[in-house]
C-alpha cells in the first residue's frame, strides 16, 4: 500500500491483556476484532500489558493471532518495544529502553516516539482495564477511545455502587447484601444470620469489584455460604450477596451509542452449568445462545428499555451489555448487571446480538470507534471553552 493510502487510514491502537485475572479472555477478544477489522481502513498498533504490567507494542498480528501472548508480539524493528502513553504530547507512544522494564519507575527513559494513535480500542476486562483506571489514563493523554468513560465504568465495575445507582433510578433489581471483609472478620455468624433471615436461600455470592463471573458461588445452605463467601474474598475486599432468581430466563441485552444509545435484540444465555460461571463462558464450551430470546414482544420492550435506562443511570457512553432475569412464570424483569467492556471473543453475545439486529462485526467496530471520536470531539469542545474563560484578563488577574 502506497503512502498516501496510509495517510488516510485511521491509527488505531488495540489495547489488551492486563494485570487482571481475565488477561486471557482480554486477549482473545484483541485477537477476534483483528481478525474483523477492515485493513484497508486502519493502521493497527497493538498494545499489549503483559501480567506484571509491562506495556508493550507491536505490529506482528500474525504472532498474536498464533500464539495469544502479550510478550511476543513484535515491533517494526523485529524485537519487542516496552512502551508508555505520553501524557503531555496527545497520547504518541514513547518507546522505553530495554532497562526500563526490570528496574524502577524513576529510571525510565524514552529512546524514541512512536506516532500518535488517532483513537484506543481497550479490551481489557476485570481491574486495572474496565474500572475506570485505565480510561482516566487515556483522558489525561488527550485520547480518543472506544467505551464508556472514568465514572460510568468505575460505577459498573463496583456492583454495590452500581445497584445504588440503579435504586436511584427505579429499576427492578434482586434483594442483596454489600459485606466488606471488616464485616466478614468481625462477626461471621453474625453476617450469615442475617443473610439467611433478610435473603433466604439460595444466594448468589460475588465480588464487588470484577467480571465473567470470577470467584462468584452459588449457595443453598449455610455451610456453603460459608465457603462461597471465603472465596469471592480471595478476589475483592467487598462482596455482594444477592437473592438467586429460580426459574429465569438469563438474557442479555447490547448498547451502542452515546447521547441516543439504541437497544439491539435480546438474546438469552442457557448455561452449560447451574449458572453461567467463568468455566461455562470460557472453557468447556458448554453454554448455548439463544438470539432472540423467547419472550413476548412487550417483556422484549421491557428489557430493552430498562437497559437504555441502565445505561444513561451510569452516564454510559458507546458500548455496554446490560444482563437480566426474566421470572418464567410472570415475565418480571429483574436486572443482573451492567458490563461496560463486554467481551469480545468470537462467542461473546455482544458482537452476536449486533450481528442478528442487522450489525455485522466489522461495521459494529467502525461504529464504536466513531462513537469515541465522536465523543472526545465533545469534550475538546468544553475544553476549549474553558482556555478562552481562562484567557480573559480579568481570571488571570485573580
Not at 298 to 319: E, M, N, P, W, Y
Amino acid at each position: 500500500m502506497n503512502d498516501t493510502a496510509n495517510k488516510a487510514r485511521i491509527n488505531l491502537g488495540i489495547l489488551f491483556g492486563g494485570r487482571s485475572c481475565e488477561h486471557e479472555v482480554s486477549v482473545t477478544s484483541a485477537k477476534s476484532i483483528l481478525q474483523a477489522l477492515r485493513r484497508d481502513q486502519y493502521q493497527v498498533h497493538l498494545i499489549g500489558i503483559d501480567k506484571s504490567g509491562h506495556w508493550h507494542l507491536g505490529s506482528d498480528i500474525e504472532t498474536l493471532a498464533a500464539t495469544g501472548c502479550v510478550e511476543k508480539i513484535q515491533a517494526d524493528a523485529g524485537s519487542p518495544a516496552t512502551v508508555s502513553i505520553s501524557l503531555h504530547n496527545r497520547g504518541n507512544l514513547i518507546r522505553l529502553a530495554d532497562s526500563a522494564i526490570s528496574t524502577s519507575a524513576r529510571r525510565v527513559m524514552p529512546v524514541a516516539e512512536v506516532p500518535a494513535v488517532d483513537v484506543v480500542f481497550p479490551v481489557l476486562h476485570g481491574t486495572f482495564g474496565e474500572d475506570g483506571t485505565l480510561q482516566g489514563v487515556l483522558e489525561m493523554a488527550g485520547l480518543p477511545y472506544v467505551g464508556c468513560g472514568v465514572t460510568a465504568s468505575a460505577l459498573a465495575m463496583d456492583k454495590a455502587l452500581a445497584k445504588k445507582i440503579f435504586e436511584s433510578a427505579s429499576i427492578p433489581q434482586a434483594p442483596y447484601m454489600v459485606i466488606t471483609l471488616f464485616q466478614w472478620q468481625n462477626g461471621q455468624h453474625r453476617v450469615t444470620d442475617q443473610i439467611a433471615s433478610r435473603l433466604g436461600y439460595a444466594v448468589f455470592v460475588k465480588p464487588a469489584n470484577l467480571g465473567s463471573s470470577v470467584g462468584v458461588s452459588k449457595a443453598r445452605d449455610t455451610p456453603a455460604l460459608v465457603r462461597a463467601i471465603e472465596h469471592a474474598f480471595e478476589f475483592d475486599n467487598k462482596i455482594i450477596v444477592e437473592q438467586a432468581m429460580e426459574n429465569c430466563y438469563e438474557v442479555e441485552c447490547a448498547i451502542l451509542g452515546n447521547h441516543a444509545p439504541r437497544a439491539s435484540l435480546v438474546g438469552e444465555i442457557i448455561p452449560g452449568a447451574e449458572f453461567y460461571n467463568y468455566e461455562t463462558k470460557y472453557i468447556d464450551d458448554k453454554s448455548r445462545t439463544r438470539v432472540p430470546a423467547p419472550l413476548d414482544q412487550r417483556t422484549t420492550a421491557r428489557v430493552q428499555a430498562l437497559s437504555i435506562a441502565a445505561f444513561k443511570a451510569i452516564d454510559g457512553r458507546g458500548l455496554a451489555r446490560v444482563d437480566f432475569f426474566v421470572e418464567r412464570d410472570t415475565n418480571a424483569v429483574i436486572l443482573n448487571e451492567i458490563n461496560t467492556l463486554p467481551g469480545f471473543t468470537p462467542i461473546s453475545m455482544y458482537p452476536q446480538l449486533w450481528a442478528a439486529s442487522g450489525i455485522p462485526y466489522p461495521e459494529l467496530i467502525d461504529k464504536l470507534i466513531e462513537l469515541a471520536i465522536e465523543n472526545h470531539q465533545s469534550k475538546q469542545r468544553l475544553k476549549r471553552v474553558f482556555q478562552e474563560i481562562m484567557a480573559k484578563p480579568s481570571i488571570r488577574q485573580q
